[in-house]
């Protein structure tokens, strides 16, 4: 009978330490998956046909055919705001030129990049090689979403959409 309640008593205490220790266990490995799970959304997230921002193929809708008028205000906004830096032949100024960009990237790329430089300069393997050739950051112009749009059109235009 004595033996009995031991042997009891024994196994409720290892029943006892060993809830407490799977209970632990359990936290750890709850913590740690956690701490391994945050870098991967955000690198997987980063999709380098579409560049960070808010543009995408889908709410940019382009048809091929061109918009001359917005065409022809974002070549005025260029005028101003890009010029200085970006050539409209294939010759590099301050930064590349601009010939063929819309072959090169993708419509939603050119617009997050000239919306949202400073991230993608961060995270983009293009953006950063060509600020390795450029040396300089391209800044934020703080385009407007029309702005932008106008340009984008404008870039169209140089490489022959019609
Ligand atoms: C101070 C100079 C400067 C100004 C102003 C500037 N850029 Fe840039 N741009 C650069 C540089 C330099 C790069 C290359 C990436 C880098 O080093 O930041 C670049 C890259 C680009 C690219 C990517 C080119 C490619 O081949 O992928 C586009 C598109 C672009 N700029 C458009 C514009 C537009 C549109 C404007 C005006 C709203 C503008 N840039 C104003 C310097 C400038």
């Known amino acids: 009978m004595k033996k009995t309640v031991l042997i009891l008593a024994f196994a409720v ?35 380098a046909q579409r560049g960070e921002g808010k543009y995408t193929a889908e709410s940019l809708a382009l048809t091929d055919k061109l918009d001359a008028p917005m065409a022809k205000k974002g070549e005025d906004a260029f005028g101003v705001k890009c010029a200085s830096c970006h050539k409209t032949s294939d010759e590099k100024l301050v930064g590349p030129g601009l010939k063929d960009v819309t072959t090169r990237r993708t419509p939603e790329w050119i617009m997050n990049f000239i919306t949202n430089p400073d991230p993608m300069l961060d995270k983009d393997p293009e953006a950063q090689a060509m600020l390795e050739l450029c040396l300089v950051r391209m800044p934020n112009q703080n385009l407007s979403d029309d702005e932008a749009r106008n340009i984008l059109e404008f870039m169209r235009k140089i490489d022959g959409v019609k």
């Open 13 to 47: 205490t290892t029943f006892l330490i060993g809830c407490g220790n799977n209970e632990k266990t359990t936290t750890t490995t709850d913590e740690q998956a956690t701490t391994q799970e945050q870098p991967a959304p955000e690198a997987e997230a980063y999709d």
